[in-house]
């Protein structure tokens, strides 16, 4: 009240202003609340930017009772907290209007889940396909559940083929889910086919190709490596240029052939021609059933025949050939030694009748006959009852002038000398043993006497003086 405080008036100012002010004017901290305040008496034109900070307020003193609507604005806002604001991510929210009742919604979805994709990120793309899905350039997904990718790959058929990489083709038409990846790789087979590599081709249900220029067309056939070829059902060929052309058969190496059933080549140049033939090494034929060749250039081309080490050749039932330039052309024959000095044989004579297939004793006669190569051959008999208490041996040295083994049955056959052929006594009876060639390139040893139930074993000792070809 002016004038009634004459004199102290300056210090009751000082005293009054001091209890909501500093030394500095500045307001003391929390001395405005939501009591000192009018409701709306406080706008952003009234306020300098930041000139009222946290610490000048008491917590909660200014509420949305004391604000006016709408008179803080994005330029009265500290920059922290504008960039919280627009940092929210919300650019638009769809309204929906009517009613949706549930077989709408079903039918909707359904229509929408079956979606064709085909991304910006991209150019000439098509995703025709229900489910398809097509991106880079040039791709084409046209079949269902299909996904091509990469440069000009394409993705056809039923549902789940793939194509990516560079002018891929997954094409599904002969069942599902074909794969192709890599370089011009064709996967077209029936269920699971998938062709990867370099222009390689899968072709059957369940093949897979891979590598450079494979071709995997059997059901369940794999190819690997370089030109590899799987033909038949299980097949598998690795290597380079080989071939697997006949069920479960088995190629690997180079340049080699299996194509009899489960037949397995390996190595360089082989064939395995056979059920169950077995050809290793370089240039080895085996082209009797369940037949061996192993070596080098080794034919096995009997039955159960087997044929290893150099040139060498096993070529009736049962037979087998070892070592350089040998051949057991007899069947049971075993031949081995180096064909160009000398060549051992052993072989039983079977019942029956005489052929060129094997020595052989007639029952009824007693008389064995042992078919021999061309040239020298010097040959040992063992002859022996059932019950072995009897045996005969007989040797002999004979000459076929036949100049080839194919010649060898067309040949004059000469006996040089025979020893063991003087009387054996069984029973009361005396036995002796006649020994003569024939003109057929046999050895012809008759009894004197059939002896009883028998067994004949020969060991052979033959000159390689003659040229080693196939017999005919």
């Not at 000459?399 to 052929?421: C, D, E, K, P, Q």
Request: aromatic share 6%.
């Amino acid at each position: 009240t002016p004038g009634s405080d004459a004199g102290a008036w300056g210090q009751i100012l000082n005293d009054y202003l001091s209890t909501t002010h500093k030394q500095d004017g500045s307001l003391k901290d929390n001395v405005v609340g939501t009591a000192q305040l009018q409701d709306n008496s406080i706008s952003a034109s009234q306020l300098q930017d930041n000139s009222v900070g946290s610490s000048q307020l008491q917590d909660n003193a200014i509420t949305t009772i004391q604000l006016a609507d709408d008179t803080v604005t994005e330029s009265n806002l500290s920059p922290e907290v504008v960039d919280k604001l627009n940092s929210a991510g919300v650019s638009s929210v769809a309204t929906l209007t009517g009613d949706i009742t549930s077989p709408d919604l079903v039918d909707a979805l359904e229509t929408d889940l079956r979606l064709q994709y085909a991304p910006v990120a991209g150019s000439n793309l098509t995703a025709s396909g229900e489910d398809s899905w097509a991106e880079g350039r040039g791709a084409t997904a046209s079949g269902n559940n299909s996904h091509a990718e990469g440069f000009e790959t394409t993705a056809s058929g039923n549902y789940g083929a793939h194509a990516e990489g560079y002018r891929t083709t997954a094409d599904s038409s002969n069942g599902y889910g074909a794969h192709a990846e890599g370089l011009q790789t064709i996967s077209n087979g029936g269920v699971g086919s998938h062709a990867e590599g370099t222009l390689t081709t899968a072709s059957g249900s369940g093949s897979h190709a891979e590598g450079n220029g494979t071709i995997a067309s059997g059901g369940f056939s794999h190819t690997e490596g370089s030109g590899t070829k799987a033909e038949s059902f299980a097949t598998h060929a690795e290597g380079m240029s080989t071939t697997a052309s006949d069920t479960a058969s088995h190629a690997e190496g180079m340049q080699v052939i299996a194509n009899g059933t489960a037949a397995h080549a390996e190595g360089m140049n082989t064939t395995a021609s056979s059920v169950a033939a077995h050809a290793e090494g370089y240039q080895t034929i085996a082209s009797g059933p369940y037949s061996h060749a192993e070596g080098y250039s080794t034919i096995a081309s009997g039955t159960m025949s087997h044929a290893k080490g150099s040139g060498t050749r096993a070529l009736e039932y049962i037979s087998y050939a070892e070592g350089s330039s040998v051949t057991a052309f007899r069947s049971y024959e075993s031949a081995r030694g180096a064909g160009g000095v000398v060549q051992q044989a052993f072989i039983p004579a079977a019942s029956g009748i005489a052929s060129q297939a094997a020595p052989s004793h007639v029952a009824v006669s007693g008389i064995i006959t042992i078919p021999v190569h061309g040239g020298i051959t010097r040959g040992k008999v063992t002859v022996m009852t059932e019950d072995g208490t009897i045996s005969w041996d007989i040797t002999f040295s004979a000459n076929n002038n036949a100049t080839t083994y194919a010649t060898r049955a067309t040949g004059t056959v000469t006996i040089l000398a025979s020893v063991g052929t003087a009387s054996t006594t069984y029973g009361s009876s005396a036995i002796t043993w006649t020994v003569t060639g024939n003109s057929t390139g046999q050895v012809i040893i008759t009894p004197s006497a059939a002896p009883p139930a028998r067994r004949v074993w020969c060991e052979l000792l033959q000159l390689g003086s003659v040229a080693q070809t196939k017999p005919a």
